[in-house]
């Protein structure tokens, strides 16, 4: 089962990671809940750090028991790459360590997740930006047609021709095609900086949903070690392919 699926569950669910060891091809892996566990050589315990989500759904607030104290992170040294464990919109999310920010869940189940330093927001680096659409179907088209042509010929078959006309192609866009339904890329955003990002796209069909996710990281050029741990933990920790 995808994670985007569990998170249409969204009481007192937590991504899938977190109850499981995650065992990705590459990169980093989160296992279990932390409590009364000692890390391995090679495996960091990171504590959790609450951001406050908003919810579309009247009532609905997250808990602090809707996530784990701690959990443990394998695969690299925190003194070295200091990065830090985020619960937000009822999952784990990993970024720079003391970072604060803001979380929103909507009634479809779409997920904004921003990273930042005290006293930042999103629209000055450095940042984390984390979204997913896994139900508003002309939602992820939309988002998806800067990354992938067959979300484009899904817009302009599902939709006239005006929604691709609205479609905003970031600045000096360069694609990496890992696979039909996963790319990375960096554009500009304004005139001197740079972001970095990953993008997952599976496309509607009778028979099923379709999902649209994405990460994009502005840590400026010193930190591309950092970007590129935290851009390829997504990807495994998701279960993007």
């Known amino acids: 089962m995808r994670i985007s699926s569990l998170l249409y569950l969204l009481t007192g669910l937590v991504i899938f990671c977190l109850f499981v060891s995650c065992k990705p091809k590459q990169g980093i892996s989160v ?3 932390a409590e009364n566990k000692s890390a391995a050589n090679d495996s960091v315990i990171l504590p959790v750090t609450i951001i406050v ?31 830090a464990a985020y619960g937000a919109s009822q999952a784990i999310w990993l970024g720079p360590k003391g970072y604060t920010g803001s979380a929103e869940t909507g009634a479809d ?10 006293g930042g927001n999103e629209g000055k ?28 010929a899904d817009l302009l078959k599902d939709y006239d021709s005006a929604m691709l006309n609205i479609v905003r192609i970031p600045d000096k ?23 970095t990002g990953v993008a997952y796209y599976s496309s509607p069909t009778d028979s099923r949903m379709g999902v649209f996710e994405q990460a994009e990281f502005a840590l400026g050029p010193n930190n591309k070690a950092m970007t590129d741990l935290l851009l390829n933990s997504y990807i495994s920790m998701w279960g993007l392919k």
Request: charged share 15%.
């Open 31 to 33: 296992t279990a809940s």
């Open 109 to 118: 189940g779409s997920v904004a997740i921003r990273l930042f330093p005290p």
């Open 173 to 195: 866009l360069l694609i990496q095609k890992k696979s039909a339904t996963l790319v990375t890329y960096t554009y500009m955003e304004g005139s001197s900086l740079q972001i």
């Open 53 to 83: 989500t908003t919810y579309g759904i009247d009532g609905m607030e997250s808990k602090a028991n809707d996530y784990p104290k701690t959990i443990i992170v394998e695969g690299f040294d925190t003194t070295t790459m200091p990065i």
């Open 125 to 152: 680096p450095p940042f984390v930006r984390y979204q997913l659409i896994p139900a508003c179907v002309g939602c992820m088209m939309s988002a998806a047609a800067p990354y992938f042509e067959n979300a484009k």
